[in-house]
């Protein structure tokens, strides 16, 4: 499939784009979706979706903030639709990773984890910090796909990282 894709998008930003931000926008749908099999057909039908458009921006910057929506806007739909949560892989059990201080824990574990703790803040800081930390999206690309200023993508950024950090010693006082 990602052949023809890139047979159709030869010569093309779009075909650049395919290349460098495949696994990017896999991570950014995953996040949202919690299911890898629903993540790829997403990234692949936004894919197509964009590849099929003719009136898409060409200059990279534009491109990436103009599939990201899309693909974001997919996401939402995906998770209204079938009216999920986002809950951990199953197959990626196996896979662990190390935290700060040298202890494992499985993959499951730490984004189960990182979830909660994005749950319990607002859904806009919650989002913001997963497009930047995760997806890693500059601050100006944020803004363009969620057709907000860029001053209030850093706002939301601080904030929620202040409210990480708040609920974090909270717990290490108790």
Do not use: W
């Not at 921006?57 to 996401?75: D, M």
């Amino acid at each position: 499939m990602l052949g023809t894709l890139r047979k159709r998008l030869s010569g093309d930003a779009l075909e650049l784009f395919v290349r460098e931000q495949t696994d990017n926008m896999f991570r950014f749908a995953f996040f949202r979706t919690g299911d890898r099999s629903t993540a790829e057909d997403i990234v692949q039908d936004t894919l197509l979706s964009v590849c099929r458009q003719g009136n898409r921006p060409t200059e990279p910057e534009k491109l990436k903030s103009y599939v990201f929506k899309a693909l974001s806007n997919r996401c939402s739909d995906a998770v209204r639709k079938h009216n999920t949560t986002t809950e951990p892989l199953t197959f990626r059990m196996a896979e662990t990773v190390e935290d700060k201080d040298g202890n494992e824990r499985s993959a499951v574990e730490e984004y189960t984890r990182i979830e909660r703790v994005l749950g319990e803040i607002p859904y806009e800081q919650a989002e913001t910090i997963r497009m930047h930390i995760i997806d890693r999206l500059k601050f100006t690309e944020i803004a363009d796909i969620t057709e907000t200023p860029v001053t209030t993508v850093k706002s939301r950024f601080k904030y929620g990282i202040e409210n990480i950090k708040k609920r974090i010693n909270t717990r290490k006082n108790n």
